[in-house]
C-alpha cells in the first residue's frame, strides 16, 4: 500500500461538539494524499460516535481511544508512532486547516527538498494572526527558537523519521516548542512561510493556553525548558534566561500556593 504524503495528527478531549468543524477542513482540501490519526484522550462525551460515522465514509481516517486522559503530547506521540505518512502535521481537534492549505505545504516541501521542519502562519477566529513574525518568509534556526524569537500559534509540519528521534515531552502537559528546539538543534535549520493554513481557535474556555489558573502545567513546562536548555541560554541570550527563570520562579510560586 503506497504510503500517504501527510499524516494529520489530532488529539481530542470532550471535543465531540467542535471536532467535525476539523475533520471537514481535512476532508474539503484539493490535495487528497494524507491520512488522518484521531487520538480520543479518556474522552466522556460523543467523540467516538462522530469520528467513527466519518471513518464510515472515509477509510483515509483512523481512529484510536485511551480510557484515560493522558495528555496532549502523550497522544500526539501516540499517534506520531502510528502514522504512515512521510510528514506529520499536528491540528488540534478544534482547529481547522484553511483552502489548498496541504496543496500550498506540499509546493513547500518539494521546493525546499532539504528542509524537514516548516512552519506556516495561522490566523485567528478575530482575523489576526498570533505570532511575533508573521511577515517574515525564510529560513529559521536553533537560536532563534531558543532566544525567543518566535513567539506564537502557528501550524508546524515536520518529517516523521525526523520527529520520532524528538518527539514531545511526555511528563508535561504543553511545551510543544521544546520538542522544535531541540528538532532544530539536531537538524539545523527550519523555514518559517508567512502563507495562512490553519485557523486557530481563540475562542474557547477549555484550551490549556487560555486557563488563567494553569500554574502547576506552565511551572512544570519552564522547569522543563531550564532543563534542556539552560546553559545554552546563559552562554547566547543571558537576558531571554532571566526572563525565562523569573516566569519559572512566577509560577513555580503560584502552583505552590493554589494546591
Not at 520527529?163 to 532544530?184: H, V
Not at 537538524?187 to 518559517?192: A, I, P, Q, T, V
Not at 475562542?203 to 534542556?228: A, M
Request: with cysteine; charged share 25%; proline share 2%.
Amino acid at each position: 500500500m503506497k504510503k500517504p504524503v501527510f499524516s494529520i495528527i489530532t488529539p481530542s478531549y470532550n471535543r465531540g461538539y467542535i471536532i467535525e468543524k476539523t475533520i471537514q477542513s481535512v476532508l474539503g482540501q484539493t490535495f487528497s494524499d494524507w491520512e488522518m490519526i484521531i487520538i480520543d484522550d479518556g474522552s466522556t462525551d460523543n467523540t467516538k460516535d462522530i469520528v467513527e460515522n466519518y471513518i464510515k465514509k472515509d477509510l483515509r481516517i483512523y481512529f484510536f481511544s485511551f480510557k484515560e486522559n493522558k495528555g496532549p503530547n502523550i497522544a500526539r506521540n501516540f499517534a506520531s508512532e502510528k502514522a504512515n505518512g512521510e510528514w506529520l502535521i499536528f491540528l488540534d481537534s478544534d482547529d481547522s486547516l484553511t483552502d489548498n492549505a496541504l496543496e500550498i505545504a506540499y509546493e513547500y516541501i518539494k521546493k525546499l527538498n532539504n528542509v524537514y521542519f516548516f512552519i506556516f502562519n495561522c490566523q485567528d477566529l478575530d482575523g489576526n494572526i498570533p505570532i511575533n513574525i508573521k511577515n517574515y518568509e525564510g529560513y529559521i534556526d536553533y537560536k532563534d527558537f531558543l532566544c525567543c524569537k518566535i513567539k506564537g500559534e502557528a501550524l508546524p509540519i515536520v518529517r516523521k523519521d525526523c520527529f520520532l528521534e524528538i518527539k514531545f515531552e511526555e511528563n508535561i502537559r504543553g511545551g510543544e516548542i521544546i520538542a522544535w528546539i531541540k528538532f532544530l538543534k539536531k537538524y539545523g535549520s527550519g523555514y518559517f512561510s508567512n502563507k495562512v493554513l490553519r485557523i486557530y481557535n481563540n475562542k474557547l474556555e477549555d484550551r490549556l493556553s487560555i486557563k488563567k489558573h494553569n500554574f502547576q502545567r506552565l511551572y512544570q513546562v519552564y522547569q522543563q525548558f531550564l532543563k534542556n536548555f539552560k546553559n545554552d541560554l546563559i552562554k547566547t541570550c543571558p537576558s531571554c534566561f532571566i526572563e525565562i527563570y523569573f516566569k519559572f520562579l512566577f509560577y513555580k510560586f503560584f502552583s505552590l500556593i493554589n494546591k
